[in-house]
């Protein structure tokens, strides 16, 4: 069956970056665009960005541009997320969520980061 | 503040239908067929129940449906039961190649 892992919850400081991985499997992962999103508690959530199928391009919403990586590794059927220069406002669950039909249908667990001096 | 806006929360007795509320604009939800609902229950993951290109996930009870008028999208729940007591919220692709989401509505059975 479909299954993305997160790695574990994030603590850092302000200014320093963050990578976050989802482990895919049970679908071949270069067929599928994923999707990245954020929920910042007492929020609705917010879509970061996406990366394509194949790997070979991404988009990111405009607010994170210049600070957002998303990166495919096909060789171990996982993504990455990398966002720089964190700040307080950042603190949130991420989630990777595999795109499906102009929606999600399978999402990661969440992985959560911390942003505090 | 979330870009689609749907009520805080919404209560319901057992056996009770409710309706839950998305409203965008015309360079979304009422520009696209591409809005999806999903449910996430307190520590758990989102999971889809119901969009407009694919309808229901299997598994995804027909008591939850989905219409839309103008730039309103509805997610109706019939014959609520106590574990549909969850947040759920909206999503919907835009003009600008982005997903928008509402800000989540609490679903109370009370």
């Known amino acids: 069956q479909v299954q993305l892992v997160q790695s574990g919850a994030e603590v850092k400081q302000p200014g320093a970056s963050v990578r976050i991985s989802c482990k895919t499997s049970?679908?071949?992962?270069?067929?599928?665009?994923m999707h990245w999103i954020r929920h910042v508690p007492g929020q609705g959530p917010e879509w970061m960005g996406i990366i394509n199928s194949g790997g070979g391009g991404s988009r990111y919403a405009q607010r994170f541009q210049g600070r957002l990586t998303l990166i495919r590794d096909t060789s171990t059927s996982t993504d990455y997320l990398e966002l720089s220069g964190l700040k307080s406002e950042d603190t949130a669950v991420y989630y990777c969520?595999?795109?499906?039909?102009?929606?999600?249908?399978?999402w990661g667990q969440g992985t959560p980061v911390t942003v505090s001096s | 503040q979330s870009a689609l806006t749907q009520p805080a929360s919404v209560s319901g007795s057992p056996g009770q239908s409710i309706a839950i509320s998305c409203t965008g604009t015309?360079?979304?939800?009422?520009?696209?067929?591409?809005v999806s609902w999903y449910q996430r229950h307190p520590g758990k993951s989102p999971k889809r129940i119901i969009s407009e290109v694919t309808n229901r996930p299997s598994g995804v009870s027909d008591r939850f449906s989905i219409s839309k008028s103008g730039n309103t999208a509805s997610l109706t729940i019939t014959g609520l039961r106590p574990e549909d007591e969850a947040e759920y919220f909206c999503?919907?692709?835009?003009?600008?190649?982005?997903?928008?989401f509402g800000g989540g509505t609490k679903l109370t059975v009370l």
């Open positions: 049970g679908y071949t992962l270069t067929r599928y665009h």
């Open positions: 999503v919907s692709y835009s003009s600008d190649d982005t997903w928008l």
């Open positions: 015309n360079t979304d939800i009422g520009g696209y067929n591409y």
């Open positions: 969520a595999k795109d499906f039909s102009w929606g999600f249908d399978y």
